[in-house]
């Protein structure tokens, strides 16, 4: 029964939090968003206190149910374990392994001192909240995506607007590559191993390992039932138990109940309290009982999850006629840019978990995962697909570490994230010789006017002149802009940001 309970429990978190990363409308959020800002890291670098206290207490009081229900990339694990049990003729193809010590805390050790450092990246590639935000979106957002893109076709031959296309893109090929090296490593150790990289890898698990210890339920082995079977070691998918010894290693205990679900005599119980000593069986006398029938003790397991590589589909685009639409190049910019209620570039990089949760409801395709090394997975803004609306809060809304806050709607609009610059040489109005006021008619504060290219001559071709002072830094004049493959107005990030 209390198997049973995890399962139901870790379904419960572990779909909606994948459609978090699946979800490009936003609808999903509003339901379940609570679910990304109880995981730990986020909540930790949100310095969310309460939340953080009850998970600490959580485990004091039953162990690591963090990691077997909460956690979405430990329930990952479980699934391809349970994968690969199906796939072997025995289930129970696991045994007890001494635990890793040295490793666990000196990569625990590792990941404080990279984040203290500012190194945020470089700790998000074994942060388990992230890592797996980053194979949803690398890899299962891709398919989503085309499947609702095939269902939106549909639904129009039958005059129905029910789905809608959407721009299906590899959103950065350093983070694609980095999701799929860590969906192969966690999937190989999984299907080979059960909960390796939870209890030799993870810093998460390390750290309520620590706690689980002291925890007040346990699994408990009564000894005086225990028949040698070795059913339970053989179920561990975090090799903790010890049949020969009778004991287990808390640390890595994730109290999952498989060691419950299969002990035929009833030898292992999750309870406060010890059970009472009692002399070991004979072995000559155990050798005499009959086995239980285990198949009456086996449930449905959870569906499986099928994951695929996201290849890029890109769409021809035309201008109207049959000339093809050169696609816009990103351009070289001094300082990154980062969403309005970042507050800078340092704050933002220090409390940003790289999850993409923002990459994945930015409705206007602007934000994308950063390739630069030093800020490797870390969101940026850029303007190729779209620019930043002033009505549109929704990163600020999804964000679990508070990395993105605007305290009000109408306080986006007032945040100066950048401004933009003109580059003469690139501009139609100098190139081809032809009038084009695109930057100034769609500027939403008015930061753009164009002026004679020379002064002494009004009827000269006009240019753009931008009013620093009045820019937000959006990016709809460099959107916008029809110079290819790089515009003739782009937006330069500003390291701290300013209110107009």
């Known amino acids: 029964m209390l198997r049973k309970i995890r399962i139901a429990l870790a379904i419960l978190f572990f779909v909606p939090i994948t459609l978090l990363f699946l979800d490009f409308t936003g609808t999903i959020h509003a339901w379940f968003g609570w679910m990304a800002k109880i995981q730990f890291l986020p909540a930790v670098l949100a310095l969310n206190v309460g939340v953080v206290a009850g998970l600490l207490l959580l485990t004091l009081l039953f162990g690591r149910v963090y990691c077997s229900v909460v956690c979405p990339l430990g329930v990952m694990q479980d699934l391809v374990s349970w994968l690969s049990g199906r796939r072997r003729r025995h289930r129970n193809h696991f045994r007890y392994s001494p635990a890793r010590t040295w490793l ?15 190194l945020g990246s470089i700790g998000a590639l074994i942060a388990p909240y992230s890592a797996y935000g980053r194979i949803v979106q690398s890899l299962l957002a891709p398919l989503w995506g085309w499947g609702n893109n095939l269902l939106a076709w549909a639904a129009e031959r039958v005059d129905s607007y029910a789905f809608y296309s959407v721009d299906v893109w590899v959103k950065g090929l350093a ?3 980095v999701a799929i090296v860590t969906f192969v490593v966690i999937a190989v ?14 810093p998460v698990g390390t750290l309520l390992g620590l706690l689980s210890r002291f925890s007040l339920f346990k699994p408990r082995f009564d000894v005086a039932k225990c028949n040698g079977c070795k059913l339970c070691a ?6 903790c138990i010890d049949p020969e010894a009778h004991t287990i290693d808390y640390s890595r205990c994730v109290a999952c109940m498989d060691c419950l679900e299969h002990c035929r005599q009833g030898a292992i119980s999750y309870t ?35 994951v695929g590589t996201a290849l890029h589909a890109q769409e021809k685009k035309v201008d109207g006629g049959l000339a093809l639409i050169e696609e816009k190049r990103i351009p070289k910019r001094a300082t990154p840019l980062v969403p309005p209620g970042a507050r800078s570039l340092r704050d933002f990089l220090t409390h940003c978990t790289a999850c993409q949760l923002c990459v994945t409801v930015c409705p206007n395709r602007v934000l994308r995962p950063s390739g630069d090394l030093m800020r490797l997975m870390k969101p940026e803004m850029s303007y190729e697909r779209g620019y930043c609306r002033p009505e549109c809060t929704k990163c600020s809304e999804v964000c679990p570490t508070n990395a993105i806050h605007l305290t009000e709607f109408c ?32 500027c939403p504060v008015a930061a753009i006017r164009m002026v004679p290219r020379n002064p002494d001559d009004p009827q000269s071709p006009r240019i753009p002149t931008v009013d620093e002072a009045r820019c937000i830094g959006c990016g709809a004049c460099e959107n916008l802009c029809p110079a290819r493959p790089f515009s003739a107005i782009v937006v330069e990030g500003h390291e701290h940001h300013r209110t107009l």
């Open 234 to 239: 053989r179920n561990c998918k975090a090799s």
């Open 175 to 177: 983070t694609l590559v």
């Open 104 to 118: 666990r805390w000196g990569v625990f050790l590792l990941f404080v001192v990279v984040m203290a450092a500012g």
């Open 272 to 306: 406060w309290r010890r059970s009472e000593a009692a002399v070991t069986p004979n072995p000559a006398e155990k050798s005499g009982e009959a086995p239980a029938d285990a198949s009456r003790r086996r449930f449905l397991g959870v569906v499986g999850l099928m």
């Open 189 to 202: 150790l999984a299907w080979r191993n059960g909960r390796t990289w939870c209890n030799t890898v993870c």
């Open 411 to 442: 306080e986006k609009s007032s945040i100066q994230i950048g401004h933009a610059v003109w580059i003469p040489e690139n501009c139609v109005v100098n190139t081809d010789g032809v009038s084009c006021n695109n930057c100034e008619r769609h």
